[in-house]
Structure formats: structure tokens, C-alpha cells
């Protein structure tokens, strides 16, 4: 059997930092409030006229071919995991690929909202585990800024710019990629959801004036639902693969909220010290976050160390991946 692990993994943040402070400014809320709330202290933002998703994601592939020695043309696929595409079509894979080189490449978008990452992260190891691919780039990356409305405090102290990629290569069968448990509710669309620009209710003077083209969070029935789902999940695939606590180096959850974070760790039976948490200086970056943790955490990781990747979305989407660290 071929397996597909993760061979390299690398993260890019816009220079633009947007403080809790700067937001006291703009609406009404408070350092204090958002922090207790989320575990939120800044975010960065995408700055500059003709700069979208596409922009950021480039600069991300572009940073993981040269650290891992990659030749673009090697690459067979990319997938772009966004709810922030440059354009409705063509899809924003192609136009990273066009902006990094990966002319032998294939591409295509997932869109599964903030679990759209760990999506494709399983659906590019498929196509390693094929034989027929050997080198395939996931690449999250979310201009959040461009669909938050800052005069709303219930979603503009949440959301960040970012970017980040994996390289998928074959690896050894005891690595890579082991399992995973996904899960989907289209219930939960009501409870969060961009209203307009879609072909149920298309753009027109009167959804933009009305700004249905922003974020549309009910944050309390979002948050009742990701916190118990998450850790559920995480538990499951433990459970499912006779995975102890103490068997787990790292929980690689989405960063959404510091509580659900804490509440997953907690149903995993492991401590703070196992957890990647960077949402203090990034908030949301919806298909970055996964890849921003592995970036930063990547010189404390071992080959073989158990990992336990997590996200909930709006969808809702949700689930968790066993990933067993190949490098």
C-alpha cells in the first residue's frame, strides 16, 4: 500500500498587523471583552490595491518549493482549500499554479469552510495513494478581510488574512496520513453563512446596501454546536484507532475560539502543553490555520509523533484526521 504523507509545510501572514486596540476604535468593543471571548489579541490583513487570495497562496507555495527543493514542474496537482476565491471562476488553484510555475499540474478548489483544509489535505493524499501522483500541493489560504463587515463586533474582531501549504509525497506505510472521520450538517446553514452573491440571491444594489455580502454568524448557536462536535469527533478517531492520551504528541485544531480549543483537549484527556494554539496572533484565517500551527510547531516535531488534526466550519462541516508525522 502507498501511504502520502506530509514531506513539507510552510505558512505566510501579510505584514499588516490589525490590534484589538485599532478595532476599539472602529466599533464598540474592548481589548478585555475580546479576549475573553475568543483568546484573540491580533490579525493580520492583507493590504494593497489588485491583492487577493490568490497573492497569498503563491507566496506560500512559492516558500514551500524552495525550502523542500522542489522542482514546480514535478508537482501533478494543487488544491486550493478557500471560502474567499479571487474570483467565482476560474478556480483560484490555477491562478496560484500559474504564479508559482506548476505547469504539469492539474488544480481545483474545496470549499467546506473552515474544515475545507483537512478536506483536501485527505483528498491530495488519495491521489498520492493511487501511485499516479507524486508530489501534490494543499494550499489554504483566506482573504478574510474581504468578506468581514467591520462595523459588526460579532465577526470583524474574529478574522484574519493568511496563507499556508502542505507538500504530499509517497512515504514509508507506517507514516503519513492514517485516518480520518468527517462529518456534514446542512442544518446549519442558517446559522452562519454569507447571505448574499450566490445564485439564490444574487448581487444588486439592495443586498450590497443591506451588506449581505459579509460574514453571517449566530455566534451562540455556532459555538454550542462546534464545541461539543470537535471534541466529539477528535475522541472518536482516538477511540476508533485505539489511540491512548498519552499516545498523542499534538491536537492540530482550527482555530476558531479558545474555548472549543480547550474543550477539545479536554475531551482528548491531554494537556495545554500538547495543543498548538497560535489564534492569539492570527484569530481566523479559515483555510490557513491548519498549516500555520504545523509551520510554526514544525522544529518541535518528530518523525512518527501522533497528531490529531481538527476543524468545524459553517455547513456545518466538521472532522478529525490521524496523521502520523512523516519527517
Not at 502520502?4 to 501572514?13: D, L, N, Y
Not at 466529539?232 to 476558531?256: G, R, T
Not at 518523525?303 to 476543524?311: H, S
Request: net charge negative.
Amino acid at each position: 500500500m502507498i501511504r502520502a504523507g506530509i514531506t513539507g509545510v510552510q505558512g505566510w501572514v501579510p505584514p499588516y498587523i490589525l490590534t484589538n486596540q485599532e478595532l476599539e476604535k472602529m466599533v464598540d468593543t474592548s481589548d478585555e471583552w475580546i479576549v475573553s471571548r475568543t483568546g484573540i489579541h491580533e490579525r493580520h490583513i492583507l493590504k494593497g490595491e489588485g491583492l487577493g487570495t490568490s497573492d497569498m497562496g503563491a507566496e506560500a507555495v512559492k516558500l514551500l518549493l524552495k525550502k523542500t527543493g522542489t522542482n514546480p514542474e514535478d508537482v501533478g496537482l494543487i488544491i486550493c482549500a478557500t471560502v474567499t476565491p479571487d474570483m467565482f471562476f476560474p478556480a483560484t488553484s490555477s491562478i496560484i499554479a500559474y504564479k508559482t510555475g506548476l505547469k504539469n499540474a492539474f488544480s481545483f478548489d474545496m470549499n467546506a469552510a473552515c474544515s475545507g483544509l483537512m478536506y483536501a489535505l485527505v483528498t491530495g493524499s488519495k491521489y498520492v495513494e493511487t501511485g499516479n501522483f507524486k508530489k501534490v500541493i494543499v494550499v489554504g489560504t483566506d482573504k478574510m478581510s474581504s468578506i468581514t463587515d467591520y462595523t459588526k463586533r460579532e465577526t470583524c474582531i474574529l478574522f484574519g488574512d493568511a496563507a499556508g501549504a502542505f507538500l504530499l509525497e509517497p512515504v514509508e506505510e507506517e507514516f503519513g496520513i492514517k485516518d480520518f472521520i468527517f462529518h456534514g450538517d446542512g442544518s446549519g446553514r442558517v446559522h452562519l453563512h454569507m447571505k448574499a452573491g450566490g445564485s439564490l440571491k444574487p448581487p444588486s444594489h439592495e443586498t450590497v446596501d443591506a451588506h449581505e455580502h459579509y460574514i453571517y454568524q449566530e455566534g451562540q448557536a455556532v459555538f454550542k454546536f462546534a464545541v461539543t462536535r470537535m471534541a466529539d469527533v477528535s475522541a472518536e478517531i482516538m477511540e476508533k484507532n485505539h489511540l491512548k492520551s498519552e499516545d498523542i504528541a499534538y491536537l492540530v485544531p482550527h482555530q476558531a475560539n479558545l474555548r472549543i480549543i480547550d474543550a477539545t483537549a479536554r475531551r482528548m484527556g491531554i494537556g495545554k502543553e500538547k495543543v498548538m494554539i497560535n489564534i492569539d496572533r492570527y484569530g481566523n484565517t479559515t483555510g490557513a490555520t491548519i498549516p500555520l500551527c504545523l509551520w510554526e510547531w514544525e522544529d518541535k516535531l518528530k518523525k512518527g509523533d501522533n497528531l490529531i488534526i481538527a476543524a468545524f466550519g459553517g455547513g456545518f462541516t466538521w472532522g478529525s484526521v490521524w496523521v502520523k508525522w512523516a519527517y
